[in-house]
């Protein structure tokens, strides 16, 4: 048994955890965990808790209903699958919720099942999405606008004094372009994309970070997508808003003013490079 890495809860939470869900697996530091994966289920879900996505009631609730369903199914109850149902009892919530959508979780699941089967016994097993050729081009020789007086235009790998010198003004490290629209180039509506927006917009507040107002657009102005220029925003926030946004590509400034294309984690051209 192990701890998850970097996971340090106070009494208080701990108290409340035990009271919520006494089958979990505790010792006198906190929850312990057979494998890697079953630390990282439990970090997302207290993530979600925290963010006020539920209650440790209604966790309580989901991961009853999931344990009873597998023990219908005949699981034996042995405690090692305690984990598998945690995971399904995530899933459901998640969807529940609106984290997710059940399509998108029944298109991952396909995918890390083609994975699996495509790597070699004792290898690691990686989820790849590739972005097709011209995808990726389009992104490299897009505009990506940061609106002000004037306006400025960046471009992926053109070295912008403007932008330099706006982090500086701003006392930050770097800075994020990033869009909520389309989610994996999935063309949705104008009302949509303008809801996910507001809530790319009210993620960048809790993370308490400022952004400024912008738009990613090809040279002919045919594909125009609301975007923010988050500042202070570090790679990992990049990394995390790609996943919570579904966003193929991000942009990534440095203090050196040079825009970088960075690509969604589970990219296999981001490994490859």
């Given at each position: 048994?192990?701890q998850?890495?970097?996971?340090?809860?106070?009494?208080?939470?701990l108290?409340?955890?035990?009271t919520?869900?006494?089958?979990?697996?505790?010792?006198?530091d906190?929850?312990?965990?057979?494998?890697?994966?079953e630390?990282?289920?439990?970090?997302?879900t207290?993530?979600l808790?925290?963010?006020g996505?539920f209650?440790?009631?209604?966790?309580?609730?989901a991961?009853?209903?999931a344990?009873?369903?597998?023990?219908?199914?005949?699981?034996?109850?042995?405690?090692?699958t305690y984990y598998?149902?945690?995971?399904?009892?995530?899933?459901?919530?998640a969807?529940?919720?609106?984290?997710?959508?059940?399509?998108?979780?029944?298109?991952?699941?396909?995918?890390?099942d083609?994975?699996a089967r495509?790597?070699?016994h004792?290898?690691?097993?990686?989820?790849?999405?590739?972005?097709p050729?011209a995808?990726?081009?389009?992104y490299n020789?897009?505009?990506?606008?940061?609106?002000?007086q004037?306006?400025?235009?960046?471009?992926v790998g053109?070295?912008?004094?403007?932008?330099?010198?706006?982090?500086?003004?701003?006392?930050?490290?770097s800075?994020v372009?990033?869009?909520?629209?389309?989610?994996?180039?999935?063309?949705?509506?104008?009302?949509?994309?303008a809801?996910?927006?507001r809530?790319?917009?009210?993620?960048?507040?809790?993370?308490?970070l400022?952004?400024?107002?912008?738009?990613?657009?090809?040279?002919?102005r045919?594909?125009?997508?609301?975007?923010?220029?988050?500042?202070?925003?570090?790679l990992?926030?990049?990394?995390?808003?790609?996943?919570?946004?579904?966003?193929?590509?991000?942009?990534?400034?440095?203090?050196?003013?040079?825009?970088?294309?960075?690509?969604?984690?589970?990219?296999?051209?981001?490994r490859?490079?």
């Amino acid at each position: 048994m192990q701890q998850a890495p970097d996971m340090i809860l106070n009494e208080s939470q701990l108290e409340e955890l035990r009271t919520a869900l006494p089958a979990l697996p505790f010792d006198d530091d906190g929850p312990v965990f057979r494998a890697p994966w079953e630390a990282q289920a439990f970090a997302m879900t207290l993530a979600l808790y925290e963010r006020g996505v539920f209650t440790w009631k209604e966790w309580a609730h989901a991961l009853s209903d999931a344990i009873r369903e597998a023990q219908t199914a005949g699981d034996p109850d042995r405690g090692d699958t305690y984990y598998t149902h945690w995971l399904s009892a995530l899933e459901r919530i998640a969807a529940a919720k609106g984290c997710v959508s059940a399509e998108t979780l029944a298109q991952r699941r396909i995918e890390w099942d083609e994975a699996a089967r495509s790597t070699p016994h004792g290898q690691p097993i990686l989820l790849g999405r590739p972005l097709p050729a011209a995808m990726l081009h389009a992104y490299n020789v897009a505009i990506y606008r940061i609106a002000g007086q004037p306006d400025i235009d960046m471009m992926v790998g053109v070295a912008n004094d403007a932008v330099a010198a706006m982090l500086a003004r701003h006392a930050v490290e770097s800075a994020v372009f990033v869009t909520a629209f389309n989610p994996f180039s999935q063309e949705l509506s104008p009302e949509e994309n303008a809801e996910r927006q507001r809530a790319l917009m009210l993620r960048i507040e809790a993370l308490g970070l400022r952004a400024l107002p912008g738009e990613g657009m090809n040279a002919a102005r045919t594909w125009i997508e609301a975007s923010y220029l988050v500042l202070g925003a570090t790679l990992e926030i990049a990394d995390a808003l790609m996943i919570e946004f579904g966003q193929n590509a991000v942009v990534h400034i440095g203090r050196d003013g040079l825009p970088r294309l960075l690509l969604h984690p589970d990219s296999m051209r981001r490994r490859d490079q």
